[in-house]
């Protein structure tokens, strides 16, 4: 369902926006893009996974492309046939999902992946 007074980003808006709020994702023939490296198919899967589930959550579903090291997200609102407020919130929840890094969190209980290639699973920024 799609709201008639829903604010459709034109290009400009769409680069100022990635420049400030997204910085790692591009725009391109009418999506806004991504592309996660991955360490093999293991971290692959686990970044569709976390982008499945968060896009069924948020009930607005990016079309995604998996190779054995990386994973291509797109986002555009089909209804609007533009770029909105959904695409943007969802690529931010996104990149604060697939990013985290708990071990660089002050405080954080959390160890993180080890650098051991035996468990890294993503290639983080």
Same mark, same amino acid.
């Given at each position: 369902?799609? /709201?008639?007074?829903?604010?459709?980003?034109?290009k *400009?808006?769409?680069a100022?926006?990635?420049?400030? *709020?997204?910085?790692?994702?591009?725009?391109?023939?009418?999506?806004?893009?991504? !592309?996660?490296?991955?360490?093999?198919?293991?971290g692959?899967?686990?970044?569709v996974?976390t982008?499945?589930?968060?896009?069924?959550?948020?009930?607005?579903?990016? /079309?995604?492309?998996a190779?054995?090291?990386?994973?291509?997200?797109?986002?555009?609102?089909?209804?609007?046939?533009?770029?909105?407020? !959904?695409?943007?919130?969802?690529?931010?929840?996104? *990149?604060?999902v697939v990013?985290?890094?708990?071990?660089? *969190?002050?405080?954080?209980?959390?160890e993180?992946?080890p650098?051991?290639?035996?468990? !890294?699973?993503?290639?983080?920024?």
């Amino acid at each position: 369902m799609t /709201d008639i007074n829903e604010k459709i980003y034109s290009k *400009e808006e769409v680069a100022e926006k990635i420049a400030t *709020e997204l910085p790692n994702w591009y725009f391109e023939n009418g999506w806004i893009r991504r !592309k996660y490296k991955t360490s093999g198919w293991k971290g692959t899967l686990m970044v569709v996974n976390t982008v499945g589930h968060l896009a069924e959550a948020a009930w607005h579903h990016p /079309d995604i492309s998996a190779s054995y090291a990386f994973v291509i997200v797109k986002l555009t609102t089909h209804s609007a046939k533009g770029i909105t407020d !959904k695409d943007f919130e969802l690529a931010k929840m996104i *990149e604060k999902v697939v990013q985290w890094q708990p071990a660089k *969190e002050d405080g954080s209980p959390f160890e993180g992946t080890p650098s051991d290639p035996r468990f !890294k699973y993503i290639k983080y920024d």
